[in-house]
């Protein structure tokens, strides 16, 4: 895995704010491009499928997402620093959602009703409610409290462990850089007691 790839597998929430990681310059931004939030979006798949049947992403789409993954990450680093989450950024999230509301819309296929949740407005608008949407589940769920940071000195990802003693966003991703940073610092330890 590289890491211009998003990491996905999170809940929504957790993999949008991922969609933020450091490389050798800061941070890199790869929702930075209409290109790069419909890649994104195909990655997510069904996750967001309602919201991506719209043509490709535009320019306009990216303010309202962007902000909603400034907010959650807002409210995830205060959560992990053990401090309360900023008021403003609760209610922004509130807002996102307020903007494109979900409706259950009811049909008969011929031998059930069926539920299909929509939304209207613009592509950008509507994820952006779906992700502030998400984010409000998983801000509620008491899951939250495992919210962990990668190890790797110079990684910003955030991961829900399913196993307490995870360490790393991804073992291929910064679990193997660790371990073969370790390694060589070991040998090199010892090469240098040698001389």
């Known amino acids: 895995m590289r890491d211009s790839e998003p990491l996905t597998g999170e809940p ?16 890199t931004d790869l929702l930075g491009t209409p290109q790069g939030l419909a890649d994104w979006l195909a990655l997510e798949g069904d996750r967001l499928r309602a919201e991506a049947v719209d043509p490709a992403p535009t320019e306009s ?16 680093h205060a959560l ?15 807002d996102a959602q307020r903007a494109a509301p979900a409706v ?21 608008v509507r994820l952006a409610a779906r992700l502030a949407e998400s984010a409000a589940d998983l801000l509620t769920d008491p899951a939250i409290g495992r919210l962990k940071r990668c190890e790797a000195d110079d990684c910003v990802l955030l991961f829900l462990p399913a196993h307490p003693r ?11 850089r660790m371990r073969v940073a370790r390694y060589y610092q070991r040998h090199k330890q010892v090469t240098d007691q040698e001389r």
């Open 166 to 176: 995870r360490r790393w966003c991804s073992a291929a991703r910064c679990g193997n």
């Open 104 to 124: 259950r819309e009811l049909a008969w296929d011929g031998a059930a009703v069926t539920t299909t949740v929509r939304r209207s407005g613009p592509l950008g």
């Open 61 to 76: 789409d990216l303010a309202p997402v962007h902000a909603v993954r400034a907010h959650v990450e807002a409210v995830l």
């Open 80 to 94: 992990l620093g053990g401090t309360e989450p900023a008021e403003a950024d609760l209610r922004a999230l509130t």
């Open 12 to 27: 929504l929430a957790v993999d949008l704010v991922n969609t933020r990681p450091a490389d050798g310059a800061g941070r």
